[in-house]
């Protein structure tokens, strides 16, 4: 009864772990993944957006939001599995020892959470999308294709997220990722509003971040529009995976396995 | 027994820690079918050698064979035929009992019937069958160590890496968790366990080394140890007239005093003399029994507590 799974797949049975958990709470989970944005979209989308009294970028404020908000919830999921969740597995409850006496190497249990933040984004995204499309605010039917892109886009902030968790001894650390890291990035990566209008600097800096990337790419797609520069921005969200990644492995390796 | 290809066969064996040695040219052949005992005060490096014959661990060097595979870090093949009991429970507290079972099989890449029915019989083999689909923080602390033992045999392990598998549980436990070892050992397996009691490891290992400081002090069977290394006879006295009584005593050259707090053991080849002097003061309380494997540890590793 010994077989061994094929070496690029060992990733799975992480993956599938982690799924099965989420799903015993599935209520919960999709009720926030539905609820959270429906409010954000009523209350500023139509709340704050019936005050601006112009549209923006040609958009009513509301469409301009819900298509910010796939990407920054792709990002926000991401960052919380890869941190909080993710940390727990690792240091509360040894989650991922338990998994290393398996014939499982840190490498695939890394790629696996990478791949699950991917998948948690994606659902958030469709839940987002879902929302959206029910209260019109979708183009058409080429949105579609923010899913693959959320998950590229959860993949990218959960391995970041997890070079965090690498070096963290208690859930507060995470704390100055949040405040110094996400929380600007979601206000100043054109979430809520174009970012024209910032000073320079700031705008300098929101284009070397990756949400402004995701947005770029995602947005278009929500609004009936076609992305520019495609490659330009699927290359920094995959360059964030790929140093964001190794230095993940190196680092919890060096805590685990020592 | 096949004594020419040792399940585990370890040379030479260091590890350090910021500078510290803590595992220092350890040896170790273990035999096919053997249950072998890994015996140390706290910080001996028990753990860290399991760790390493487990390649969770880079050791800094040696050599390292489990089951005529060389180990190195990150292979993950040997951990194929391997069940480890790891000192702390790592079970998952997401899951219920059947489905730690189940997922764990699934990290080996095992699903389907035949992993069902086997986790059924692991169930019933770790006395947890009324409990599966509890969750895991509704079990108790024997419960728990009997579902992780289970949880160490869902790949047919050839193997069984234990560390201190009974330690924290009630004796009622113990004696389950040594009853479902013996059945493990007769059935073919070879054991490697790690514990800090010494009638454990005296009724259930074949052979046993003493470590202390990362280093083997002593190793052979339970009885060949303390045949070479103790007394026969024990007496262990108490009360506060101990002193004035070992003043008088005229001990033979043979007969060995240690204190012990308010005790006082008496290691001696011949116990009539010591006992019958001893009837001289009522008031002293004494027993008197053979040596055993704690009284080889304690000469081996020394009285004092290991806190550092
Ligand atoms: N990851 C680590 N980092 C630094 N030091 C460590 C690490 N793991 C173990 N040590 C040190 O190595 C020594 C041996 O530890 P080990 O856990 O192997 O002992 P042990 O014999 O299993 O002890 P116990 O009976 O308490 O379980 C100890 O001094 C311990 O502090
Ligand atoms: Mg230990």
Redesign the pocket.
């Known amino acids: 009864m010994k077989t061994q799974q094929t070496a690029w797949l060992r990733w799975y049975p992480v993956w599938s772990r982690n799924m099965r958990v989420w799903r015993k709470l599935i209520g919960p989970a999709l009720l926030g993944n539905i609820g959270e944005p429906l409010l954000y979209l009523l209350a500023l989308g139509y709340g704050l957006g019936s005050f601006l009294g112009q549209k923006i970028e040609g958009l009513e404020y509301v469409v301009f939001l819900a298509s910010g908000l796939v990407c920054s919830s792709a990002m926000n999921t991401a960052s919380f599995e890869g941190m909080y969740s993710a940390y727990t597995r690792m240091a509360v409850q040894d989650t991922w020892i338990g998994m290393l006496t398996a014939p499982l190497t840190l490498r695939d249990i890394i790629y696996a959470e990478v791949i699950w933040c991917g998948t948690k984004s994606v659902i958030s995204v469709a839940a987002i999308l879902l929302v959206a499309t029910a209260m019109g605010l979708v183009a058409d039917a080429r949105a579609i294709l923010v899913l693959p892109l959320g998950w590229l886009v959860g993949a990218c902030f959960g391995s970041m997220a997890l070079v965090m968790t690498s070096i963290a001894k208690t859930y507060d650390f995470f704390l100055y990722y949040f405040t110094l890291l996400v929380t600007p990035m979601l206000l100043l990566s054109g979430v809520f509003f174009p970012i024209d209008g910032m000073p320079e600097l700031v705008q300098t800096i929101a284009k070397i971040l990756p949400l402004y990337h995701a947005i770029a790419l995602m947005r278009p797609l929500m609004i009936g529009q076609l992305p520019t520069d495609v490659l330009l921005h699927l290359t920094v969200l995959g360059l964030y995976i790929l140093v964001a990644l190794p230095i993940a492995i190196r680092l919890i390796s060096r805590r685990l396995l ?1 | 027994m096949d004594t020419t290809n040792p399940v585990v066969n370890i040379r030479s064996l260091c ?1 350090s ?2 500078g ?1 040695r ?2 220092d040219n350890f040896d170790l052949q273990v035999q096919r079918g053997e249950c072998f005992g890994l015996l ?12 390493m014959m487990l390649g969770m ?1 880079p050791p800094e060097s040696g050599e390292l064979n489990i089951l005529e595979q060389p180990v190195s870090q990150g292979s993950y093949q040997v951990r194929q035929k391997i069940g480890v009991v790891p ?1 702390m429970d790592n079970l998952d507290p997401d899951f219920s009992v059947v489905e730690n079972l189940r997922t764990y099989a699934s990290y080996f890449n095992l699903s389907g019937e035949i992993v069902r029915n086997r986790i059924q019989e692991l169930l019933e083999f770790a006395r947890l069958t009324n409990k599966a689909d509890e969750q895991i923080d509704s079990l108790s602390g024997g419960m728990k160590r009997r579902l992780t033992l289970a949880r160490a045999l869902v790949n047919a392990p050839e193997l069984l890496i234990l ?2 598998p009974t330690t924290g549980l009630d004796p009622q436990a113990r004696q389950l968790i040594w009853q479902r070892l013996r059945e493990l050992k007769h059935s073919g397996h070879t054991l490697i366990m ?1 514990t ?1 009691y010494m009638e454990e490891a005296q009724r259930l290992c074949d052979r046993l080394a003493i ?1 202390d400081h ?1 280093k083997v002090i002593v190793q052979g069977t339970p009885q060949e140890l303390i045949d070479a290394h103790v007394e026969p006879h024990v007496i262990e006295v108490v009360g506060n007239d101990v002193e004035r009584w070992q003043a008088q005593f005229n001990k033979q050259d043979s007969t060995r005093f240690e204190s012990l707090g308010e005790s006082l053991f008496i290691y001696a080849q011949d116990e009539k003399p010591v006992i019958e002097d001893l009837c001289k003061f009522s008031h002293l309380d004494f027993i008197h029994r053979r040596a055993n494997l704690e009284d080889v540890f304690l000469k081996m590793t020394g009285r004092d507590l290991r806190e ?1």
Not at chain 2, 40 to 51: D, E, H, S, V, W
């Open positions: 020592r | 590890k820690y910021d510290q803590v595992v140390g005060p706290n910080g001996a490096g028990k753990t860290t050698i399991l760790r661990t000192q560390d201190e790690t800090h470590m990362g550092e």
